[in-house]
Structure formats: structure tokens, C-alpha cells
């Protein structure tokens, strides 16, 4: 019974970095200003050739892709005034709409994983919390406490595991770390395209996005740590 409690409680701990990375995630496959944001800083509309207007409803469309509001994340784009044509190609050589369904599975994932986190930690949390009446004095006295301890060790667990990340970084050549990270999260090559989606969202763009998203994590964490950290002395205070 005592192990089960520890192993409990430290997936408690782990389940804390999850919800913060996934929750950003999900936060960041949804913002419309990200993609905007690619598409001014890299000239993709100088590039492609596609008006800035048409991005913005590629955007869209990829975004109510991802969430299962439409089948297809292909739609039809005028290039640079001439014939319309469709935007993602789906050939031998290039299989966009492929790597976007297996884009749109590994997004799923995340969701579920966000999902299991957030009712793993509220659970755990009102289990911990529960107990008869002649067991309030006890619970006033350390359970809520144990779970503000729980949630500190999990963001210096999630800043712990940004710090290794860093250094990563640093060691290894974030191209690569880009490559290994397809090899790892697909199975098959067809993430390497020729066509208008790596146009569309070139390799700096998701180098960008990993560092803003590693630095909203860190100051999720930092924040959330924090208030975890002076509830209890907030509440030794107001006990005096």
C-alpha cells in the first residue's frame, strides 16, 4: 500500500511537466497569431507567391484541420495571379497531405495526453484531500500542504528537464535535433517535401517556435511554482 502511494504521488509530480508542455502545445497549434507570425518574418508570401490573405485562410483551414472540423486540410490557392490550383500535393514524390494526417494524429495524441494529466492531477488531488470529519485537524495539517509540495517538485521537475533540453541545444545543431525528432515521431520519410508546406513553415520557424514555446513552459512553471511555494507560508500567516 505504501509503494502505491509513492508511485501515486510521483506520477502526480510527472504529470505536472506533461500538462505545461502539452497545454502549450495545444495553446500554440491554435494561435492564428503564430502562424501569422511565420508567415510576415519569413516572407512566405514573397516566396510562394500566395497573397497574405490567402495564407490566412490556409491557417485557418490547417487549424480547423487539426481539430477535426473539416476532412482535408488541402484548399485552393491562386498563385500570384494565375491559374488556382491546389495548395498540398499528394504524389510519389510529395505526400503533404499524408505527413499532415500524421501531423493531425500526433496533435490527438497530445490532446489525450493533455487531457489524462489534467484528470490524473485534479483526481489524485481530491483523493488526497478527502477524509472523514474526525480526520480535519490532520488534513489541515499537512494533505493540502504535501500537494503544494507535489506541484513544486513537478515544475523543478519541468525546469530541470528545459535546462538538460538547453544544453542539448547547445551540444547539438538544432537541425538535427529536428531531423531525429521526425525519425522519432513518424514513420515514414514523408515529412520531406519538396512542395509549398516547407515554404510555408521553413525550419527557422519551428526553431523559433521551440524556443518561445520552451520559454512560455519555463515561465509557467516558474509562476506556478511559486504560488505553490507561498500558499503555505501565506497561510502560516493568516493562522497567526
Partial sequence: ??????????????????????????????????????????????????????????????????????????????????????????????????????????FQFNHRVQLASLAYIIIYSLMSLRGKRSNLKRWKRGRWQDLAKGIRRGCVFTLVLIAVLGIASILVDFEQLFVQFHHVAFDNPWWMSSGYLPRLFPEQFWQDIAFLGTGVIAAEALLLGSIAWAVPFIYQKHKH
Fill in 1 to 106: 500500500m505504501k509503494i502505491a502511494k509513492v508511485v501515486a504521488y510521483w506520477l502526480f509530480i510527472i504529470c505536472v511537466p506533461l500538462l505545461l508542455l502539452t497545454s502549450t502545445v495545444r495553446l500554440g497549434v491554435n494561435s492564428m497569431r503564430l502562424y501569422e507570425y511565420g508567415f510576415d518574418r519569413y516572407g512566405v508570401s514573397e516566396d510562394t507567391g500566395i497573397d497574405r490573405e490567402q495564407l490566412g485562410n490556409v491557417a485557418k483551414r490547417l487549424v480547423d484541420y487539426f481539430n477535426f472540423r473539416v476532412e482535408t486540410p488541402q484548399t485552393m490557392v491562386v498563385i500570384e495571379g494565375e491559374e488556382e490550383i491546389p495548395l498540398f500535393q499528394e504524389d510519389d514524390q510529395n505526400r503533404e497531405l499524408t505527413h499532415l494526417a500524421d501531423v493531425r494524429r500526433l
